[in-house]
């Protein structure tokens, strides 16, 4: 295997946290389709989301004292057990009415209703708080294999009972992230939200926001909110049996990511999972606009395609911009999921809007209104200054592409690979092919030192050699081009 999907890598991941993530989304957006219905099978409607959402603006508006829930062991165990003793409560109320009378069982289940929607934001909230501790590429390739499980699991629901699934999940979840944070990878984050919620202002990082930058990703957010619309809506056009091999696209969308990641030998074609989620989005909107079965199914089979490839992008990019730019984690994911919930809701009702005369019309609107958003609201500029949260600043390397300058190309392979600030300085040396006295001259350390953050450097990118070092970087020893690329460099 190559650096990036090493056998250690892909042994370290978080296997537990990657399925409490998967069953926590299953709790908050089973599917799609799902979500228009008044009353579905997955036990989501557009009531359910509501709440959710209003659930994600408690978050949104008190962060510090709430995550004491998230990221706290017993705190957090109480509430998904409180949630599960109240739904299973829930369950008992509309048998029990005839003896409790109609009114105090309907505000019992009222009240559940609302507790069952808070935990499950809770748990959601609580994974997200910790992937985002990963460094970049762990937490990539978490985000896949999470979308696998989601995938997994929702193939499952068509064989089991989501009456089953709901009170497992509020069992299983705080298991395992119990244990997720007692295990040595959830013992030593690369970045710890807690401290965030300890500032004065509720925000850390790396690079400060200046007076006028904004310290949220807004066109992120923006892009991301069309997107889940655009998905909802073109869904509920869809109708049986198309809706229930939904499944079939997120393990497409899976196949391509695992199948771009490993033919990677350096860094992760992030940008390909933003562009092909344009494509598939469109020929979804094609497809429907066929008007036949075969059309419908190809659209909703690229519509979910579609959706994995950019819920991925979009996950791995804001963790990424949580830990280079000051932003409060737990208001951010809270945003997102407020977010979300209420773009799903919109969508679903556009779709009422849109009848059997419109559906060409509106299918043509929204196909250029979806082209015209991802085209304008991504710029080269937005790796550099974390998607509208702050301008760019001089000497910034845009973590996330692999450039012609070898400054830019050691800082994306620094941000990818998890190098602290002084090896990142020692490996732009090492790549302009300077000696160990040099660097040390260079750094004002001593030659051990340097030799000691060189060999944490190829343990790293798990290389051997100065030579393997430099062909990991494209560059060839005593090149011209390495050279002049050398002079140019700061």
């Excluded at 963790?319 to 969508?347: D, K, T």
């Excluded at 929204?366 to 949260?389: E, H, N, P």
Aim: proline share 5%; hydrophobic share 55%; with cysteine.
């Amino acid at each position: 295997m190559n650096a990036i999907m090493s056998r250690d890598r892909v042994a370290q991941l978080p296997w537990g946290l990657v399925l409490a993530f998967a069953l926590s989304w299953m709790l908050t957006l089973p599917a799609p389709s799902s979500a228009i219905l008044p009353a579905s099978s997955d036990g989501v409607s557009a009531e359910g989301l509501g709440a959710m959402a209003l659930s994600a603006l408690l978050f949104l508006a008190w962060p510090q004292p709430l995550s004491a829930f998230l990221l706290r062991r017993k705190p957090f165990v109480a509430l998904c057990a409180g949630a599960l003793v109240a739904f299973l409560i829930g369950h008992l109320a509309g048998a029990a009415a005839p003896v409790i009378g109609e009114q105090t069982a309907a505000a019992l289940s009222f009240a559940v209703f609302l507790l069952t929607a808070f935990c499950q934001v809770a748990m959601l909230l609580g994974c997200l708080l910790r992937i985002v501790r990963l460094d970049f590429v762990s937490c990539a390739l978490t985000l896949i294999l999470w979308q696998f499980g989601i995938a997994v699991l929702r193939t499952l629901s068509l064989f089991i009972d989501s009456g089953l699934v709901t009170p497992f999940a509020f069992a299983l979840v705080p298991i395992l992230l119990n244990r997720y944070d007692r295990s040595p990878r959830g013992a030593l984050p690369t970045y710890d939200p807690r401290a965030a919620a300890k500032t004065p202002n509720g925000r850390t990082g790396h690079q400060k926001a200046e007076k006028g930058q904004r310290p949220v990703p807004y066109r992120l957010f923006a892009i991301y909110a069309l997107v889940v619309f655009a998905i909802y809506l073109l869904h509920s056009l869809a109708g049986e049996p198309f809706v229930s091999f939904f499944f079939i696209g997120e393990f497409i969308a899976v196949a391509l990511m695992l199948v771009a990641v490993a033919a990677s030998k350096r860094f992760l074609p992030i940008q390909m999972l933003y562009r092909s989620s344009l494509v598939f989005l469109e020929l979804s909107v094609v497809g429907f606009a066929l008007l036949n079965p075969i059309g419908s199914w190809l659209a909703v089979t690229a519509l979910d395609v579609s959706y994995v490839l950019f819920a991925t992008f979009f996950f791995t990019i804001l963790c990424n911009v949580l830990q280079r730019v000051e932003a409060n984690p737990i208001r951010m994911f809270a945003l997102e999921c407020a977010i979300e919930y209420s773009a799903a809701i919109a969508g679903a009702l556009a779709s009422r809007l849109v009848t059997h005369e419109t559906l060409t019309v509106s299918l043509v609107l929204l196909a250029a209104v979806i082209a015209l958003a991802f085209v304008l609201f991504s710029t080269d500029d937005d790796y550099r200054s974390g998607w509208g949260t702050a301008k760019p600043t001089r000497g910034y390397m845009d973590p996330l592409r692999y450039l012609e300058n070898l400054a830019d190309a050691c800082a994306s392979i620094s941000m990818q690979y998890s190098l602290s600030r002084r090896e990142s300085d020692v490996l732009l040396l090492l790549a302009q092919q300077k000696t160990v006295p040099q660097i040390a001259d260079e750094l004002f350390v001593s030659q051990a030192t340097v030799k000691s953050h060189t060999n944490s450097i190829y343990k790293k990118l798990q290389v051997h050699s100065r030579k393997e070092l430099l062909a990991f970087i494209d560059i060839k020893p005593g090149s011209e081009r390495a050279s002049e690329t050398a002079q140019r460099s700061p």
